[in-house]
């Protein structure tokens, strides 16, 4: 088999941390399946700026470039608030989803039985809560030009973001949307503003459109803020969750508590060339550095990565049971403690999931 390379790129904060649990996940894969991968370590982020100045160094977009695929970790954290804003280290990730043209961001959110309970909310809630966040990631608001800040006669200031889209980007979009909905359970939501947006008017026409050439699959569509409630107060009725940038950023955070903890959300951006991999929880400065962070969230991105960039799936599947198979035994970070349960740090986290893993070759 040829070498599959991956570009790693553990960021600041606990990217730093949980990062290596990933590879090591990677790694037991690798040695069970006979797959050969390259790891190649990159900076990115904070990191970078104080390395080089730029929050993506030319030599971390070269060794992205001819990687299969990107792991990448967290960006940013206090010490660069002050940066100028072009500089921050969240451009540097921002600058990769866009240069790749990684327009779909995939996050799953699951509730998995064990952990019912360490969701804020109640058992009858979230039970059986099994939803995927479509995010569009290259458009909206985030991108959107004009972009600016201007000085105003009277001595007070303006700032402009501007929500865009063109056609195109919400067709490719809303098309993995229907695609990823046929391989679940055939239901697609679809997000949007559109009793006030002219964007979100001509999204939901799009995505109506497109919905005749899926008839087997289930569409409705929801406004944002309506979403927002939904999502906590029946999470069940979701299947497939399509939507912009923007409201995706906001939406999947809270689905994230769904999960029981933000360090259980795994993320996949594709579309482009190549494809990169991170978690949904950022830097975690209150808890960076001290070894208790959830790897677990890392790793399904590196599962994710098995299953989307390497077609590994069986895989893929491996490393999500071996997940289940480290909680199921009662083991947790400091995120998803519960009475009862083994208190373990990142690295022993990644270590009983590579055992786990390991046993299933
Ligand atoms: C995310 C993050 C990023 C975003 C930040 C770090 C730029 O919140 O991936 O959800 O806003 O997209
Ligand atoms: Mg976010």
């Not at 459109?209 to 406004?223: A, C, N, Q």
Request: proline share 5%; net charge negative; glycine share 8%.
């Amino acid at each position: 088999m040829s070498t599959y390379r991956i570009a790693v790129l553990p960021g600041d904060g606990v990217g730093v941390e949980v990062t290596p649990e990933a590879v090591k996940v990677l790694k037991t894969v690798a040695r069970g399946t006979g797959a050969s991968f390259e790891f190649e370590a990159g900076i990115v982020g904070g990191a970078a700026i104080d390395a080089t100045g730029e929050p993506l160094p030319a030599a971390t977009r070269a060794l992205c470039e001819k990687a299969h695929a990107i792991l990448f970790g967290s960006v940013g954290g206090p010490k660069w608030d002050d940066v100028a804003h072009e500089k921050r280290p969240e451009r540097g990730l921002l600058a990769l989803r866009k240069d790749f043209d990684l327009y779909a961001n995939l996050r799953p959110a699951a509730c998995y039985p064990m952990l019912v309970d360490a969701s804020p909310l109640k058992r009858s809630v979230v039970e059986g809560t099994d939803l995927m966040v479509i995010r569009e990631l290259t458009a909206g608001l985030y991108f959107g030009q004009p972009r600016f800040r201007e000085a105003l006669p009277d001595g007070s200031e303006r700032a402009v973001n501007t929500m865009s889209y063109t056609s195109k980007e919400i067709e490719r979009v809303a098309r993995m949307g229907f695609e990823v909905a046929r391989k679940r359970r055939h239901h697609l939501t679809s997000v949007d503003k559109s009793n006030v947006l002219v964007v979100s008017q001509l999204w939901r026409e799009i995505v109506t459109r497109l919905g005749r050439e899926y008839p087997d699959v289930t569409l409705d569509h929801m406004l944002a803020d309506n979403c927002a409630m939904a999502l906590v107060a029946r999470p069940t009725r979701f299947d497939t969750i399509v939507t912009e940038n923007t409201f995706g950023d906001i939406l999947s955070d809270e689905a994230a508590i769904l999960a029981g903890s933000m360090g259980m959300l795994p993320s996949a951006s594709i579309g482009g060339r190549i494809a990169l991999y991170e978690p949904v929880h950022g830097t975690a400065p209150d808890i960076a550095g001290k070894g208790i962070a959830n790897p677990i969230a890392a790793i399904l991105s590196a599962a994710m990565l098995l299953r989307y960039s390497a077609d590994l799936p069986k895989d893929a599947e491996r490393v999500e049971r071996a997940v289940l198979d480290v909680l199921q035994h009662g083991y947790r970070t400091a995120d998803i403690r519960q009475e009862g349960t083994k208190l373990v740090g990142t690295a022993e986290m990644g270590d009983l999931i590579a055992r786990a893993l390991e046993g299933m070759y």
